[in-house]
């Protein structure tokens, strides 16, 4: 397999899925939102069970979008499988919502303004590239983050 066609991933630590996530989730679900954390629910794609992960929801030009700075992720996979059905959790409000796909090539700005607004906490992820680099650059790694739009409140 070239390594183009290889799938990213990077695993969390044990901290970060034992420690860190529910910490994060937590205060989420309590209402208490770091740096615009919400909870994403999402049917798995194997047990058909809800299941939850910490997202960082980024409002950008009017539209809301989730990256997956680790890439291929497992909440990834599921909302994949689901058709784009999820759930977004904030407090006690749950907002039934839609998301598809943003193709690789409409992905700059967004990974962009994603990493002018989390590179301190993401930007391990995304091999030296930042806010400031280049649109190619971006381009680059735009393959190994997939990106989804949210679909607008009906």
């Not at 066609?5 to 994060?24: A, E, M, S, W």
């Not at 989420?28 to 629910?41: D, F, K, P």
Request: hydrophobic share 40%.
């Amino acid at each position: 397999m070239a390594e183009a066609d290889k799938i990213y991933y990077r695993k969390p630590g044990r901290f970060t899925r034992h420690v860190f996530n529910n910490l994060v989730a937590g205060f989420t679900r309590a209402g208490v939102s770091i740096w615009g954390s919400r909870v994403l629910e999402v049917k798995g794609r194997t047990s058909g069970q809800p299941r939850r992960v910490p997202v960082n929801l980024l409002n950008h030009e009017g539209g809301q979008y989730l990256v997956a700075p680790r890439g291929e992720t497992q909440w990834v996979r599921n909302l994949r499988a689901a058709d784009g059905n999820l759930d977004i959790l904030f407090g006690c409000r749950r907002e039934h919502r839609s998301a598809h796909e943003v193709a690789d090539a409409d992905k700059a700005p967004i990974l962009h303004a994603y990493l002018r607004r989390w590179k301190a906490e993401v930007g391990v992820f995304f091999d030296g590239v930042s806010a400031d680099s280049t649109d190619e650059e971006i381009a680059r790694i735009a393959p190994r983050h997939p990106v989804f739009v949210i679909d607008p409140l009906a």
